[in-house]
């Protein structure tokens, strides 16, 4: 019997440890998602405010809402069920959590008419031996007729995605969505291959992360009755490197192919469009002030000032950490040409007291940019804003308003202006293209290597007049338009454009 009793005892107490696990497991994740949830409410950045409205625990098994609330707006909120389970799983983890949306008032109707009644998204997490976590994300697809439009269907490729945060802190994220498009009826459109893919260590502060978040579209389309807009090879890319005491933010966006055109114009394309651009010694201790200072006081009026106040600090900080900014690439290829910038902004920091502006401040900060575009661009854009100037002029004095005319007289304007703009010094020819060198050193800006002062004093555009000809102060550039007689523009030494005016 005392045999029984000795190998019997064990037992039960392991049964009993065994029992007590699932449970202890639910008190534990209970803790952690309320900490959680206060945590992410106290923060000001955040937007939303989260509250659990229901939590009941049980032995294996638990089920939980989580409220999302718009901080600006409290009538907007979103409630999440989590259903909890808490048997440890040798294969996966200690806990696993599906979280499903519950959507209310005209978006339930909406999602259960696309998704059939199905969960229109599901969110599966796995909390690890290790503590850590493993999210999975899915949204089925569907292919149905609109709901406000029979004529026109609506197709959702579906989502899937997955997020991972390891013990080490470190957070990988990817999600797919193969498309969404809208076809038939008055107004089609949709995007193709959106892909997302994130890499971040996430130790200390936000200002201490390090990491990059890419996004990827591998089209964007949209047809109306009265303009069509398509846009290709879509990519955008936000990183941050941590510098000791300062933090490098980087920020690039590109598109490789576009075009628009309305009803009754002729189509605008380009292609290898590109903005690429960082921000270098940014101080830590400033961001990271700036962020939990924002938005700690709930009367908008404070806020304004506060948020204020908070910026004017945050500038004077930043600047004693000696920023720098660097336009890394700004271009954009066109059927009439390409432009591409760089530039880079500086300020010296060192033993600053005053951030007051003044003559003192301003000589601290140093730029530098060149720009090139080239001719046929750019006399295409002069072209463009000429083109209205001319279309009111010829109309005020009752020219006729002939394609002829109005292209004519915009090519003349454009070639007065841009003559003007080589002779002062403000755009240099280089062959096929313009180009223009600016730069700013101790409070003084030279373009092209001359003053900037000089330059723009002396330079005045070709405006088109809108009453009889007079002589001209400028002996370079004179126009004349009278309804009586023929309409001219005139530079002297370069031929007349002349075209007749109504009679």
């Known amino acids: 019997m005392n045999k029984v009793v000795f190998v019997a005892a064990p037992i039960c107490i392991l049964a009993a440890a065994a029992g007590a696990v699932p449970w202890y497991l639910g008190v534990q994740h209970e803790r952690t998602m309320r900490a959680e949830v206060s945590k992410l409410s106290s923060r000001a950045q955040f937007p939303l405010n989260l509250t659990v409205t229901h939590y009941d625990r049980g032995w294996l098994s638990s089920s939980a809402v989580v409220r999302f609330t718009v901080k600006a707006e409290p009538s907007l909120y979103l409630d999440v069920r989590q259903d909890i389970a808490q048997w440890p799983d040798p294969r996966v983890g200690w ?36 503590g850590s976590g493993k999210t999975t994300l899915n949204s089925p697809a569907f292919s149905k007729p609109s709901q406000h439009d029979p004529a026109a269907t609506v197709s959702w490729g579906g989502l899937q995605g997955t997020m991972s945060l ?69 990519s955008g890319a936000a990183y941050q490197r941590n510098k000791g005491d300062n933090v490098l933010l980087g920020y690039a966006l590109r598109v490789g192919a576009g075009s628009s055109a309305k009803a009754g114009q002729a189509e605008d394309s380009f292609s290898n469009a590109v903005l690429d651009l960082e921000f270098d010694q940014i101080d830590k201790k400033a961001l990271t002030k700036c962020v939990d200072d924002l938005g700690n006081t709930e009367h908008p009026a404070a806020q304004d ?41 500086s300020f010296d920091g060192s033993n ?32 463009r804003k000429a083109r209205p100037q001319v279309e009111v002029v010829l109309q005020q004095r009752g020219a006729q308003s002939t394609e002829e005319n109005i292209q004519t ?81 005139v530079q002297d030494g370069a031929p007349q454009a002349t075209v007749s005016s109504a009679r």
């Open 95 to 130: 806990v696993r959590v599906r979280s499903v949306p519950q959507w209310t008032g005209p978006a339930k109707g909406v999602f259960d008419y696309y998704f059939g009644g199905q969960p229109a998204l599901t969110i599966d997490t796995v909390v690890g031996f290790d």
């Open 166 to 234: 390891g013990a080490d802190r470190h957070w990988v994220a990817s999600a797919t969505m193969p498309h969404l498009r809208v076809e038939g009826g008055d107004t089609q459109g949709g995007i193709k291959a959106l892909q997302f893919d994130a890499s971040w260590d996430l130790h200390g502060t936000v200002a201490d992360w390090q990491g990059e978040t890419k996004l990827a579209l591998a089209e964007f389309r949209f047809s109306g009755p009265r303009e069509q807009v398509a846009l290709r090879d879509l």
């Open 305 to 345: 000032q506060q948020a204020t106040q908070t910026m004017m600090d945050l500038a004077a900080q930043l600047l004693r950490g000696s920023p720098v900014m660097r336009l890394k690439k700004l271009g954009v290829e066109t059927p009439s040409g390409t432009m591409s910038a760089q530039a880079t902004v």
């Open 352 to 383: 600053l007291a005053d951030t007051r502006f003044s003559p003192e401040l301003l000589s601290r900060l140093k730029a530098k940019a060149n720009v090139e575009i080239a001719a046929g661009l750019l006399r295409s854009q002069l072209q």
């Open 409 to 489: 007289l915009s090519d003349k304007l454009t070639e007065v202006q841009l003559k003007n703009l080589t002779d002062n010094g403000i755009l240099r020819s280089n062959g096929t293209s313009f180009t223009i060198e600016a730069e700013l050193t101790g409070g003084q800006v030279t373009v092209n290597g001359q003053p900037a002062d000089r330059l723009f004093g002396g330079i005045a555009l070709p405006p088109l007049p809108l009453e009889q000809p007079t002589p001209s102060a400028r002996p370079e550039f004179r126009a004349g338009i009278g309804p009586a007689g023929p309409l001219s523009l």
